[in-house]
């Protein structure tokens, strides 16, 4: 059974920084490509950046050079460190990782931007 846990939302100040995990667990970790997306209020849920098996990653506009994704194989799990946090960032975060024929979403962590 294929599950992902995410950790490490809250509530922080515009300009702090937040770092989120995800645990997976079920899968051979080290072969997927992980994601993460998140969700606003009243808004579709959108890609944030997305790190392949390889290590190699892709951000949304709106968050290159503030936000940077990782993954440790070893621990399965993947990381979204983020900096230079704005009230916009303010959203239900998601990991996410797609097997071809079933795709699956952790429960969500919520991070709010306010001062």
């Known amino acids: 059974q294929v599950q992902l846990v995410e950790s490490g939302g809250g509530l922080v100040q515009p300009g702090g920084s937040l770092r989120l995990s995800c645990a997976a667990s079920g899968i051979i970790f080290r072969l997927y490509t992980m994601g993460w997306y998140r969700q606003a209020p009243g808004q579709q849920r959108e890609l944030v950046a997305y790190i392949t098996s390889s290590s190699i990653s892709n951000y949304v506009v709106a968050v290159k050079g503030r936000f940077a994704i990782s993954r440790d194989n070893a621990k399965n799990t993947v990381y979204l460190q983020m900096n230079s946090l704005k009230p916009e960032d303010t959203a239900v975060y998601y990991c996410?990782?797609?097997?071809?024929?079933?795709?699956?979403w952790g429960q969500g962590t919520q991070v709010t931007v306010s001062s």
């Open positions: 996410n990782v797609n097997l071809g024929k079933n795709e699956y």
